[in-house]
């Protein structure tokens, strides 16, 4: 827990920065100041990581806002341009120096201090409850009378705060059946944002009007394509709630960003030029894309795109991002942009996953723990053995395209889940590790040497920070080749 002294201290900072974003804020909603104004952010931001970020990205980034013609400011512009003011600000203050600034440093820290992973973001479910039914949806599986308590997500965010995230995503079930205590806990934790993935259909006026008072509440939502794609997994009646949870969020300057599970039957739908031009218009600035996985015993591995969809999946996910495309919409592929994220990101290396019923597991797919909130603080759920197994074998490939402990590398899941003895976590079918692994086996024998034959012909920078263990930072070799029949990528 912080002390006095460093409260004090921290409340002070943040309202000099609180100051100064209202200062910068007005500068950026005047068109002919936004160059000077971002370059006095970029300057901030310099000084509060100091050597944790290279000179050259920080030059980099100085040309690309006085380029007038580079694409991500025009992009950061339209934002601007978009959101409600108040909201705005308290999202530049709670993401741009909470979350990025000072929570990263405090991150890197405590990393340090306790000699484990310590996570850039918390996901928690507040409920399984759920109102929607979805074709082969790993939700809901534990039961849906789990939820956790308003005191268990205060004691998440109030001790997760300590160790430096102040970055929550909430999901489910459907987390929005908890609206009453998800407002409250975001008034009461108001240097914290929240990000919700919602299938859309209890947003209403009322609640994008609290949103804007608030100011750290986003969304993330759920949608699969065109109304046939999307209603064809998600219900009849589905993608016309989006649309209009879009219209109403976009109406309030509300900032938000759609999360895609992409699957066998959707791939194309959800990457054509029509469906982000649409997602676009609709006022979506970015998106999350989940390759499907085989989870729960209700999982359909049919849904697992072919080894030759997901190679078109990289190509048109890099070029969606890439100069040549003129979409204003940025999105993230969770399984194959391992590259830029040093691979693997669960078990609090930057994420991790605590269920409605209080287990802490590594992965929001994969149901196994070895702690619970009722029992365990943040800190002790960091440390478990299941957590430390995590920290110690990361990454699990070098390939970043083989990232996964459980889709492209079962065996390491089997073994970690052997090693540390966690038990699962799904309450309304159990499935243990060997039928969950089982389903991927065939998928990962028939990725492996696509993904290496794509790794091997792309040159590859090793980022400048990994969050490994010490002897894997210094001695790389050790996580290529510790397992046995995995090989190493091609990095420069």
Not at 150 to 168: A, C, N, T, W
Not at 220 to 227: A, K, N, W, Y
Not at 361 to 377: A, G, K, L, Q, R
Not at 443 to 469: C, F, G, L, R
């Amino acid at each position: 827990m912080a002390t006095l002294a460093e409260n004090l201290s921290h409340a002070a900072e943040r309202q000099f920065m609180s100051t100064l974003v209202d200062g910068l804020y007005k500068k950026i909603s005047r068109a002919e100041d936004r160059t000077k104004a971002y370059l006095d952010i970029l300057d901030v931001a310099e000084k509060f990581y100091g050597k944790g970020i290279k000179k050259e990205s920080f030059e980099k980034v100085r040309q690309g806002i006085q380029n007038p013609d580079n694409r991500w400011m025009r992009f950061l512009n339209r934002v601007i341009d978009e959101a409600n003011p108040q909201f705005a600000k308290k999202m530049l203050l709670n993401l741009g120096y909470e979350t990025f600034f000072r929570g990263t440093r405090t991150i890197r820290a405590t990393r340090e201090k306790y000699n484990c992973n310590i996570p850039w973001l918390i996901l928690f479910d507040p409920t399984n409850a759920c109102n929607m039914h979805c074709k082969g949806c790993w939700s809901g599986t534990y039961g849906a009378k789990s939820h956790l308590s308003f005191e268990d997500m205060d004691k998440i965010v109030s001790q997760g705060k300590d160790l430096g995230p102040h970055l929550y995503m909430l999901t489910g079930g459907e987390p929005l059946v908890r609206k009453k205590d998800i407002l409250r806990l975001a008034e009461k934790h108001n240097d914290c944002f929240f990000a919700l993935y919602s299938n859309s259909t209890l947003i209403d006026e009322e609640l994008c009007r609290e949103i804007v008072r608030l100011g750290n509440i986003t969304f993330q939502l759920s949608i699969e394509g065109t109304p046939d794609t999307n209603d064809a997994r998600r219900g009849t009646g589905h993608y016309e709630a989006v649309m209009k949870a879009m219209d109403l969020l976009r109406k309030y300057g509300i900032v938000f960003g759609i999360s895609v599970c992409y699957t066998r039957e959707n791939i194309e739908a959800v990457t054509s030029d029509e469906f982000l031009r649409l997602m676009a218009a609709k006022g979506a600035r970015y998106g999350f894309y989940f390759h499907y996985m085989p989870v729960g015993n209700n999982a359909v591995p049919e849904l697992m795109p072919t080894v030759e969809q997901r190679r078109k999946m990289i190509d048109r996910i890099r070029y969606i991002r890439s100069p040549e495309c003129d979409i204003d919409f940025y999105p993230m592929d969770f399984q194959n942009d391992g590259e830029f994220v040093g691979g693997c990101i669960a078990g609090g290396r930057n994420y991790f996953h605590i269920n409605a019923n209080g287990d802490a597991e590594p992965c929001v797919f994969i149901h196994f723990s070895d702690t619970n909130i009722h029992d365990n603080s943040i800190l002790e759920m960091l440390q478990s053995p299941l957590f430390m197994a995590y920290h110690e074998g990361q990454p699990f490939n070098r390939n970043h395209l083989r990232p996964c402990p459980m889709l492209e590398n079962p065996q390491l899941l089997r073994e970690i889940i052997e090693k540390t003895g966690a038990h699962q976590t799904n309450e309304e079918a159990p499935e243990d590790v060997y039928h969950l692994t089982g389903k991927c086996e065939q998928y990962a024998k028939d990725w492996a040497p696509a993904a290496e034959e794509i790794w091997a012909s792309q040159v590859h920078k090793k980022p400048a920070y990994e969050n490994y263990t010490k002897e894997k930072q210094e001695h790389p070799e050790l996580a290529a080749f510790e397992h046995s029949g995995q090989e190493g990528g091609r990095a420069e």
